[in-house]
């Protein structure tokens, strides 16, 4: 019988009694290889000393599981699971998951504290593992999984040298191959929407808008960018914003299709025609985009095949756990329609 201590032993307090890292006694609850049978028992007789044998560790040396993972959004407003982008993902997840028999868990995480009660309960054994999505820039969530060694997929990333395991759409390509689009077509006073720029998604979908403009050795104005949030209302405003700023406009590449569909309403009130006077690309290829007037142009980024590939990426690192961070990045695709 263990000793029992006042209060939960940690995870440093168990490393420190074998006398190892953190990061070992994570690879000796989660099974995984590369750990000396010497130092795997010195780790398990100090998990027994200090009576540290949270669900997750027992269930891990004994073979067993919750069945269940948690898809999580990590987003401080809740306004934003309204935007299709959440349902779409839910759905694409769920589908993939539909054929095991793992069961899927949604939850929020807004605050700090909730993102402890997060770790405790997912540490308790009640997931095998988990996925996020709408990781912004600062957020120490996936850190704070990895180090109590649950397996852990991100959608998207935090920043170009991310290294949680990760699928991603090529974001910057994708954003290239519409103002490339635009370029073609003749449109030279080319304005962006961008999403949240703590959100490297934002930041990527804006680099490809710029690279593509310096290619074709066209000039990037500042007036010509605004700031939105994803959301139709933004994109309503910074359409706005752009046209009373800059009426030259003769095109606009918004970083989502609900913010697209936001400009095409902003453009119709400013009595701009769509796409004689000002030509109109989305990005994700949501329903959406086949019910705007006119229909959308975008970029159609995979949701099925990210959904898929995120559960596949999962469901390995749970079987077993790797070696090394896998991240994928997969291909966009332009879909041409009315408004460009």
């Given at each position: 019988?263990g ?10 307090e ?13 690879r ?29 560790a ?10 269940a ?12 699971f ?6 779409e ?54 850190d704070?999984?990895a ?5 852990t ?7 170009g040298d ?33 999403g ?20 074709a ?7 010509w960018?605004?700031?939105?949030d994803?959301s139709a209302?933004s ?17 606009v ?7 697209a ?35 959308l142009?975008?970029?159609r980024?995979?949701?099925e ?5 995120m ?22 695709e332009?879909?041409?329609?009315g408004?460009?």
């Amino acid at each position: 019988m263990g000793r029992q201590r006042p209060g939960s032993p940690t995870l440093e307090e168990v490393a420190a009694l074998a006398g190892v890292g953190r990061g070992t006694v994570s690879r000796v609850i989660n099974n995984a290889a590369g750990v000396k049978d010497s130092t795997r028992r010195a780790v398990q007789r100090a998990i027994a000393e200090l009576g540290y044998v949270p669900n997750l560790a027992a269930r891990s040396l004994a073979g067993r599981r919750a069945d269940a993972v948690a898809l999580v959004m990590t987003e401080p407003d809740w306004r934003q699971f309204g935007e299709p982008f959440f349902s779409e993902i839910v759905r694409a997840v769920g589908d993939a998951l539909t054929d095991t028999k793992v069961q899927l868990l949604l939850t929020l995480v807004r605050t700090d504290a909730e993102r402890r009660r997060l770790v405790e309960y997912a540490r308790g054994g009640r997931v095998d593992g988990v996925m996020l999505m709408s990781v912004h820039a600062e957020d120490a969530l996936p850190d704070m999984l990895a180090e109590v060694g649950l397996p852990t997929v991100l959608l998207g990333r935090r920043s170009g040298d991310e290294g949680v395991t990760y699928v991603d759409a090529d974001n910057a390509g994708g954003a290239r191959s519409a103002v490339a689009h635009l370029l073609g077509t003749g449109r030279r006073a080319i304005a962006t929407i961008t999403g949240p720029l703590d959100m490297y998604v934002a930041q990527c979908r804006l680099r490809g808008y710029r690279e593509a403009l310096e290619r074709a050795g066209a000039a990037a104005r500042p007036s010509w960018t605004a700031e939105g949030d994803f959301s139709a209302d933004s994109g309503h405003r910074a359409m706005t914003e752009l046209v009373e700023r800059a009426p030259e406009i003769d095109a606009v590449f918004a970083a989502s299709d609900t913010m697209a569909a936001g400009a095409l309403n902003a453009l119709r009130a400013a009595g701009r025609r769509v796409p004689e006077d000002v030509a109109v690309i989305g990005f994700d290829d949501f329903p959406l985009a086949q019910h705007t007037d006119p229909k959308l142009t975008t970029v159609r980024q995979p949701l099925e095949e990210i959904g898929r590939t995120m559960v596949r990426l999962l469901l390995e690192e749970m079987e077993e756990p790797a070696m090394a961070w896998r991240h994928v990045i997969l291909r966009t695709e332009l879909v041409l329609r009315g408004s460009a």
